[in-house]
């Protein structure tokens, strides 16, 4: 059965701190490897992982995938209170229907 | 563009009770989606379409039907509703069967009593 696996389900830093989020997946015939950000409605995108290696950044986020060991990891450097939120890892399933598997999610609350 | 909209926002159902959460897209995309949240979950596919009249389950169908008559609706209709499906429901559309792609709805929140 495919599937998907985050860790840790939840995490509290202090405004800069630098977190790090997993995400395992077992997942037959892998597409892609997605991260989204979920502020309490739905969730926004981040990035989309599909060759092992090459790192993906966007301001103080930063995500990278390993398609030997099946995981990835989004860095978040210099935490602000905006980061407070699940980070949700998501494969993309195969065959041509865009069908996305989820993890559990990751609950970061990032405190003053 | 009004993106993807979904009707109602919040709904409170008794057991047993049937209902139709209503996701409406303007993009003119073929692919939609439907998903469920639980509470400190990630979001599980209930169905998807990849276009007018073609429907097929996720991993969650059970309790649940769907229709796909027009390229811009997806109801999802719940039938005699049971507590489990105390949840938040996102309806989501995409132009390519690509996962980044897809924009999703504002959700709808569910509670069977």
């Known amino acids: 059965e495919d599937k998907v696996v985050q860790s840790p389900l939840s995490l509290v830093v202090h405004e800069g701190d630098t977190v790090t989020l997993n995400c395992s997946y077992e997942v037959t015939n892998f597409r892609s490897l997605l991260w989204y950000k979920q502020e309490k409605k739905a969730p926004t995108f981040l990035f989309m992982l599909?060759?092992?290696?090459i790192e993906k950044k966007s301001g103080r986020l930063s995500s990278i995938l390993d398609k030997k060991e099946l995981f990835s990891i989004l860095n978040i450097t210099a935490t602000q209170t905006g980061d407070s939120a699940i980070y949700l890892c998501a494969v993309e399933a195969p065959g041509n229907t865009g069908k996305l598997i989820f993890g559990q999610g990751t609950t970061l609350q990032v405190k003053p | 563009n009004a993106g993807v909209t979904q009707t109602p926002k919040f709904r409170i159902l008794k057991i047993g009770q049937s209902m139709t959460l209503q996701c409406t897209q303007d993009?003119?995309?073929?692919?939609m989606y439907w998903y469920r949240q639980d509470p400190g979950m990630g979001l599980k596919l209930i169905y998807y379409s990849v276009g007018a009249g073609i429907t097929d389950k996720g991993e969650v169908p059970n309790g649940y039907n769907v229709s796909r008559s027009t390229t811009e609706d997806f109801p999802l209709r719940l039938e005699l509703a049971a507590p489990s499906q105390t949840s938040v429901y996102f309806c989501a559309s995409s132009y390519v069967a690509r996962g980044e792609t897809q924009y999703f709805g504002p959700g709808t929140r569910l509670l069977v009593l």
């Open positions: 993009m003119n995309h073929n692919y």
């Open positions: 599909t060759s092992s290696g």
